[in-house]
Each structure stands twice: as structure tokens, then as C-alpha cells.
């Protein structure tokens, strides 16, 4: 199967990443900030000696609020990382010498919040090939060409938003009834030109022993409508290390197909799942190779959500999408790399497309002074 250039770099980067996932050693827990800001980590103690709980959460606002990792303790195991993430030491080298100018980087770790477009654009690319143009409701969009896949024919694109690299004011730490919260605002702005108005975001990650929640609400703060979504990129690890035996269930009874794994671009057409993309009652990985989005998603208790099932580890993470906004799940999984992304998100690839005749793609339209909110929630089960 081809790997995309999104791929290559996981390739790449990640086998120093991956092999470090698990206890921070002593030059991490040295790491105070990245991006410029300090790293912020809320903890709690796990009181039940039965059932998961989740206790510690870090954060780096100096890269869009990124969440760098989650920890939960499973009985008889002990602490476990839910999140695929390098030492702090590691990633401070990623995010702070590494990185692309776009922040590239910040989307290979962890969970990156992404607005105000998760997924693909297509566009008209610039002479120099760094800058693409698109157009929403006949204005002109001009975006960062940032990705691009690794065979001739590949078409550079832009890609998961542009508050990659964004740092964040009025960071804020508080304790809630049974654990603790942290927030901060993203001014912004038109993003260097790259965007048709301005927006503020406020996001807030909170921490209990039952649930990690994490909500984004965008506001345009400017003086023209705007196209908006939201979305993350979450790498959910597999304690077990044995990615064939994980199931992966997605509630979705549609796929959007793409023209190949190597530019990942969707062709406009839906079709029912069936097969491999067929994951309603869920089944195993394997070594599918997964870079997929699926819609028309069933909904139970207010909740789209989507199972993961290490059980081989006896571990399980549940992912509700909250917000009914959400109208696709992207997943990611590799079958050489111990993690699934799932990527629950307002809209479908290339939202701006002339391959999608005109239909909605999820993109919410915001005036000026109005708000969106896009809310995931993590549980943690044992199979």
C-alpha cells in the first residue's frame, strides 16, 4: 500500500518516538516548555482498586494546546499513556528544532486540536509552491501548501488547520468536583491572512476519574461570515504492542473513497461500508492499513462513539463525539505503528471541493459575534 507524505515523516520520526512511550525518564521530566510556554500537567490520585481511572493530563499551550499525553491506571497494571507520545525531551526536540514552519510536527504526537479545518484542502498552487488558492461562497481562500505525498503524481495540499504552531493567553489551572480542568484562549486573528475573518478559540480539557473531556468553542470575533470545523488528531495507543488483535469500531454506515493512500483525496463519491471499512460491531486491525473517513454516523444516547479494543491488554478507550456538528470520523492506523488515530471532526475532506456537487460538507458558516462547539469525551472499559 502507499504511505502518503504525512507517512513518510511518521516513518521517519517516530521509531525513536515509539520505542520511548511509557515512563518519562529524568531529562524529560527536566522539559518545562515547548513552543515557548510552559508545559502545564494536572493529576489525580486513582482511588478505585476494581475499575480504570484516568490520572493525569499534560497539556503544551505553546502549540495550540496541544494534549501531549493522558495517563490512566488500570488494576494490577498501573499507570498506562492512552496517547502515543515521545519523552517530553523527544518532543521538545520535534516541536522546537524540528518542526516545519506550518508545525507539521505537532500533528505526529499526541492529540492536536485543528481549525478551522481538519483533513485536506485542494487548491491552485502558487508558482513557488508554498501557497494554495481555494474559494468559499466566491471569495478567495489562500492556504499554506503544507503536505504533499511521496509519488510523481502527487499534488501538494494543506492540510489540518492552521493553529499548529499558535500560543495560548490566559492559561488557566482550576480544581472541579472530582478533579481538575485546564483552559486557555487562542487569539487568532485571520491567521496571517490565511483566513476570511477572525477568530477566537477557548479550550478546555478537563479531568475526572470517569471521563477526559475536551471542547473547543470558536467565535468570529470579526467582521465578515466564515467557513469554520473543528476537529483533533488523537494517536490512541496499544498497551499490549500486538496492533493485529485490536478492534476498532466505528459506528458509521458510509466511506468516503479517496483516489489512492498516497494523496488521500476523496473522489466525491459515499459509498456503504463493507468488507475491512465495515467496522459497525467492530473488528480486528490486523494489518489493514487504514487513512479513511467515514460518515453518516449512528447516534446512541447523544453520543457518536467509537470503541477501541486492546484485548490482549484487557484495556479498552471509548471516544463520544458529543457535538452534533460532527459529521465525520477520520481514522489513521498504520500497520507498522502501535496506534489508531481517530479524528472525530465537522466536515469531510476537501470541504471546499468541486467533487462533492454542491453537497454539505460540514463546514459551519459563522457570522460575525457568533460561536461554535465542538465536544469528544474519553471513558476508559476493560474488554
Known amino acids: 500500500m502507499k504511505l502518503s507524505f504525512r507517512n513518510c515523516l511518521l516513518t521517519a520520526v517516530l521509531p525513536v518516538v515509539m520505542a520511548s ?19 502545564v500537567t494536572v493529576t489525580r490520585a486513582a482511588t478505585s482498586k476494581t475499575k480504570p481511572e484516568f490520572t493525569s493530563v499534560t497539556v503544551l499551550p ?9 495517563t490512566a491506571n488500570f488494576p494490577g497494571k498501573g499507570n498506562v499513556d492512552v496517547l502515543a507520545s515521545p519523552s517530553l525531551a523527544e518532543a521538545k526536540k520535534m516541536l522546537d528544532e524540528q518542526d516545519t514552519p506550518n508545525g507539521d510536527l505537532g500533528y505526529r504526537l499526541g492529540s ?13 498552487l502558487s508558482a513557488d509552491g508554498k501557497t494554495l488558492t481555494t474559494e468559499w ?7 499554506p501548501a503544507n503536505n504533499m505525498g511521496k509519488e510523481a503524481t502527487a499534488e501538494r495540499h494543506a492540510m489540518h488547520g492552521l493553529i499548529l504552531k499558535s500560543r495560548t493567553d490566559d492559561v488557566k489551572e482550576k480544581t472541579i468536583p472530582g478533579g481538575k480542568e485546564i483552559s486557555g484562549t487562542i487569539h487568532g486573528g485571520d ?10 478559540l477557548v479550550i478546555t480539557i478537563t479531568l475526572t476519574a470517569d471521563a477526559v473531556d475536551a471542547t473547543v468553542v470558536a467565535k468570529n470575533v470579526g467582521k465578515e461570515a466564515e467557513p469554520v470545523s473543528i476537529g483533533w488528531h488523537p494517536y490512541f495507543n496499544f498497551p499490549s504492542g500486538d496492533r493485529t488483535q485490536v478492534r476498532l469500531q466505528i459506528p458509521a454506515d458510509m466511506v468516503a473513497k479517496v483516489d489512492n493512500y498516497d494523496n488521500v483525496f ?14 459497525r460491531k467492530g473488528q480486528p486491525l490486523y494489518k489493514n492499513f487504514y487513512d479513511d473517513n467515514w460518515s453518516k454516523l449512528n447516534w446512541e444516547d447523544g453520543a457518536v462513539t467509537v470503541n477501541i479494543l486492546d484485548e490482549a491488554a484487557k484495556y479498552g478507550v471509548r471516544i463520544q463525539g458529543l457535538s452534533p456538528e460532527i459529521k ?20 469531510f475532506a476537501d470541504p471546499f471541493g468541486k467533487e462533492w456537487n454542491g453537497m ?24
Open 21 to 39: 512511550c511509557g515512563v518519562m525518564n529524568t531529562e524529560a521530566q527536566n522539559v518545562t516548555e515547548i513552543g515557548g510556554q510552559k508545559i
Open 62 to 70: 505553546g502549540r495550540g494546546m496541544e494534549v501531549f499525553q493522558i
Open 112 to 124: 492536536a486540536f485543528l481549525f478551522p479545518y481538519p483533513n485536506r484542502i485542494r487548491g491552485k
Open 137 to 143: 461562497q466566491g471569495k478567495t481562500i489562500t492556504l
Open 191 to 200: 491567521f496571517n491572512g490565511h483566513w476570511l475573518s477572525k477568530s477566537d
Open 266 to 279: 476523496p473522489t466525491g463519491q459515499l459509498v456503504p461500508v463493507s468488507g475491512q471499512f465495515d467496522l
Open 328 to 347: 465525520t470520523i477520520q481514522a489513521y492506523a498504520p500497520p507498522a505503528k502501535n496506534f489508531v488515530a481517530v479524528e472525530h471532526q465537522f466536515n
Open 360 to 383: 454539505d460538507t460540514g463546514m459551519i458558516t459563522l457570522k460575525p459575534g457568533d460561536s461554535t462547539k465542538w465536544h469528544v469525551r474519553l471513558k476508559l472499559f476493560v474488554p
